[in-house]
């Protein structure tokens, strides 16, 4: 075959190779096999585990239906919704500061202990002889100056991201009961009473409050180039610095708005039970990190949303709250949300095996 033919056949997409006769050369070449289950493939891509929530939903409803005495159920009402989503408004927050951290292939155990020491300083600030009017700033300034510490030891000294939160996860808490002095902070005259107890058009503040945190994290991620050096770095943090991306400083930021979202997560609490003490948030890193994993975003990095943390954090409301009104003891809730949780990374392993986008 001369070049004219072979740059023919090669332009045509049929199979061509060294010292082939024209006829082999005409043969088509084989067409690759569809992968069988495309179209669970894209339901999944398009839909995540929107799924499995609306599944939940129905399955609890059918439930309490079935053993109420009266047959009648209260869990699709609407006091019950907007109980669940006041539930879940912390853990979304959270969360969303979980999305960051973990889309650049990091993780954050120390969210709980940052909300602590966050709520128990805001409301020291807040007594009366204290400063009340910087008691929000406060709640704000606690979170981020914990969130750039964390950062700044993953970026700058290229510490295991895990090894890091664990230590301040520990550390934090420690502060958390020593600044509360052991007790807990109590003012039932805060100012900021209306983030956890008071509403607008009949949506209690703390949804407000969530649902904003939210609209902002995917502005962020998908409207800025922030967002998109998110995304980089955490599918190829070399090919991202080799871009001329600031690693280090991407890292720092997003550590820094984990710990900032932290804060708001801390006053949210806090004004919800006018008090705080080092018991604050505890084991709320595992629900955070469950609702992120379950929404799709990769442990690996560099794939994942917001909205899918939105939908993963409201499987965990639902379930709780439902096993709650069918009269299961906390026990069993404990046991349900490790069995979420280990879901939820076996599910990662299935996407990263599967090539999910």
Not at 151 to 158: E, K, L
Not at 222 to 241: C, D, E, M, S
Not at 304 to 314: E, H, K, P, R, Y
Request: with cysteine.
């Amino acid at each position: 075959m001369n070049q004219i033919d072979s740059l023919s056949v090669a332009g045509s997409g049929l199979a061509a190779t060294p010292g082939a006769s024209l006829a082999q050369a005409l043969t088509p070449a084989p067409t690759p096999k569809r992968r069988q289950g495309s179209l669970a493939r894209v339901l999944f891509e398009r839909l995540g585990m929107l799924p499995v929530l609306l599944l939940m939903i129905v399955l609890f409803y059918a439930l309490t239906l079935y053993f109420s005495e009266d047959g009648t159920s209260n869990f699709l009402t609407t006091d019950n919704t907007m109980n669940v989503l006041r539930q879940v408004a912390i853990n979304l927050v959270l969360a969303a500061g979980m999305t960051f951290v973990i889309l650049t292939a990091g993780i954050d155990l120390s969210v709980g202990s940052v909300l602590a020491v966050s709520a128990v300083l805001g409301m020291l600030v807040s007594l009366p002889g204290a400063a009340p009017a910087m008691a929000l700033p406060t709640f704000l300034a606690a979170g981020l100056a914990a969130g750039l510490l964390n950062g700044a030891m993953v970026a700058y000294f290229n510490l295991n991201p895990f090894v890091v939160t664990l230590g301040t996860m520990t550390a934090l808490r420690g502060a958390a009961y020593l600044f509360a002095d052991g007790t807990t902070v109590l003012n039932s005259n805060i100012g900021f009473a209306w983030l956890g107890n008071g509403d607008f058009l009949r949506v209690p503040w703390l949804i407000w409050v969530a649902a904003a945190v939210v609209l902002v994290s995917w502005f962020i991620l998908r409207k800025t180039i922030f967002g998109l050096h998110v995304y980089a770095v955490g599918g190829n943090p070399q090919a991202a610095r080799l871009t001329g991306i600031k690693v280090p400083l991407v890292l720092l930021s997003v550590y820094a708005l984990n710990g900032l979202f932290c804060g708001v997560a801390g006053a949210m609490s806090a004004s919800r039970l006018f008090g705080a003490n080092g018991n604050w948030g505890s084991g709320y890193e595992l629900d955070a990190i469950a609702a992120v994993v379950l929404g799709g975003t990769s442990l690996a990095g560099g794939v994942g949303s917001i909205w899918g943390t939105v939908v993963g954090a409201l499987i965990i409301g639902v379930m709780n709250n439902g096993l709650t009104i069918l009269g299961l003891s906390s026990f069993w809730q404990y046991v349900a949300k490790g069995a979420v949780i280990v879901l939820a990374v076996l599910l990662d392993r299935w996407r990263q095996k599967q090539g999910f986008n």
